[in-house]
Structure formats: C-alpha cells, structure tokens
C-alpha cells in the first residue's frame, strides 16, 4: 500500500509543478479551470464502476484470471468507454453554459469539447485498462477484487 501512495505523492507533485508553469496561461483561461475538475472526477467515478463490474463478473464466475480478456469483459470496456466519452462531452456543454451564464472568459465550445473529450478518451483507455489489470491481479492473488478496484 505504501509504494500506491508514494507513487500517488510523487504524480501529484509533478501535477502541480506542471500547473504552476503554465498559471499565466490558467489565468487568461479561467472556463478551462472549471473543466479540470468534472474530468477528474468523472475518470474516478468510471474506473470505479467499471471495476465493480469486473468484480461482480468476477464473483459470479463470468470473468477469471485465466479466461483472459473475453467478451464480458470487452462489452463492459465498451459501456464504460461510451460513458466516459459521453461524460466529456457533457462536461465541456456545462462548463461553456457556466463560463458564458456568469460571464468568464472561456475558449469557445468547440475548444471546450476537444479538449474535454480528447482528455476523457485518453483517461479513459488508461482507466479501464488499469482497472481490468487491477481487478485480475487481486483477483490471482486471491485478495477480493471489490475491495482493490473501489
């Protein structure tokens, strides 16, 4: 658990080292501020349902480390893909409504959504990816997938 959370530590520093470069930028931005956050929550809610899934498939016996990657599990990739593009693509139409109700300065809609839907799609083949290998692995060493993916 331990090496998780320094790992965690470390990618988060470098986050912030990252932000605080480009503040200038941030600053004439400030609609993109807003958009930061629904896609970070937005990749945590998707990865954490789609390992209860996995998890539930893997309790009733539909997915097993040894089957591999079968088509339960690809449907549920799939599902949990179209939701995460969906939620980027929700995300950028409610960050531009917030930005041009209260008046911030935003990037225009179409930059919106790229950039929403470009981040989501990335996020989301990474997340589910993970997830799976996350799922399988606890699972191989006989830990309970629900309590590793959630």
């Known amino acids: 658990m331990a090496p998780l959370l320094i790992l965690y530590i470390?990618?988060?520093l470098a986050a912030g080292g990252v932000f605080s470069r480009i503040t200038e930028i941030l600053s004439q931005l400030p609609g993109f501020l807003l958009l930061i956050p629904a896609l970070m929550a937005m990749k945590g809610h998707v990865s954490a349902s789609?390992?209860?899934?996995?998890?539930?498939?893997?309790?009733?016996?539909?997915?097993?480390?040894?089957?591999?990657?079968?088509?339960?599990a690809i449907e549920n990739a799939k599902a949990m893909f179209f939701l995460t593009v969906l939620s980027s693509v929700f995300?950028?139409?409610?960050?531009?409504?917030?930005?041009?109700?209260?008046?911030?300065?935003?990037?225009?809609?179409?930059?919106?959504?790229?950039?929403?839907?470009?981040?989501g799609t990335i996020a989301g083949l990474i997340m589910i990816s993970f997830s799976?290998?996350?799922?399988?692995?606890?699972?191989?060493?006989?830990?309970?997938?629900?309590?590793?993916t959630a």
Request: aromatic fraction near 16%; proline fraction near 3%; charge should be positive.
């Open 50 to 72: 789609y390992g209860a899934r996995l998890s539930t498939a893997y309790h009733l016996g539909i997915i097993t480390p040894k089957t591999g990657f079968n088509t339960e």
């Open 10 to 12: 470390i990618i988060s």
């Open 91 to 119: 995300a950028a139409i409610v960050v531009f409504f917030i930005t041009a109700v209260f008046s911030i300065s935003n990037m225009g809609f179409l930059n919106f959504l790229i950039i929403s839907f470009s981040a």
């Open 132 to 148: 799976y290998f996350v799922a399988m692995t606890s699972a191989r060493l006989g830990l309970d997938p629900n309590n590793i």
